[in-house]
């Protein structure tokens, strides 16, 4: 997991940063991305792709990301933004945020398959990145971790939809609830199960 890293840190290239986003699949809430610049003499071992942890492991090792990694943050983008620039552009906007809201500026990005040309600083765009930098990796259990908070939250906001066990995911629970309550201000009205439900609530008025 960390053979990007070691390349970089061997050709002296200290503050490499790994970014990933989470929540670009969710019907609601904000997706988050995360930015993590790793310690190259205080490695964390078992960081692996978020998907692939256990809650209760993701937590344990999110501490020690915070403890012992050189820098982080993590940035939200709504679901306006969501709908006004689609999902791409918001997941790369996230990332170039979270970036940019380090305490140390990095001489080097790794990014989870998304090209970052928009900001000056190298980078290299690792398809499913995740599972292959431990720096990437660090990122996705602190997005997954903070976007996960930030939907229980929104659970006791907009109760009735689910949002503490599916995290907004379209499950059968969500798009039940959905058709019977309709969509609240966290929903992203572009997305189609969403889009279908603001029609046809549309079509009952005319």
Known sequence: MYSYE???WNRGIKYV???????RGPLAGSLVAAAVILD??????????????????????????????????????????IDKINIYQASKRGMIEAIKKLDIIPSFILSDAMPLEEIEIPYESIIK??????????ASILAKETRDDY?????????????????GYP???HIKALNEIGICDIHR??????????LKQLSLWE
Do not use: C, W
């Not at 940063?17 to 929540?23: A, M, Q």
């Not at 990145?129 to 660090?138: R, V, Y």
């Open 40 to 81: 190259p003499n205080n490695r964390i071992e078992g960081l692996k792709d978020s998907k692939q942890l256990s809650h209760k492991r993701r937590q344990v090792l999110l501490k020690e990301i915070k403890e012992k990694a050189l820098a982080y943050a993590y940035h939200f983008v709504d679901v306006e933004t």
């Open 129 to 138: 990145g995740d599972t292959l930098s431990a720096s990437i990796a660090a």
């Open 6 to 8: 070691k390349n970089l």
């Open 151 to 167: 939907m229980i939250e929104m659970d006791g906001i907009y109760p009735g939809y689910g949002f503490k066990q599916h995290k």
């Open 171 to 173: 499950t059968k629970q």
């Open 17 to 23: 940063v790994g970014v990933d986003e989470v929540g």
């Open 189 to 198: 009205k572009t997305y189609k199960p969403v889009k279908n439900i603001i």
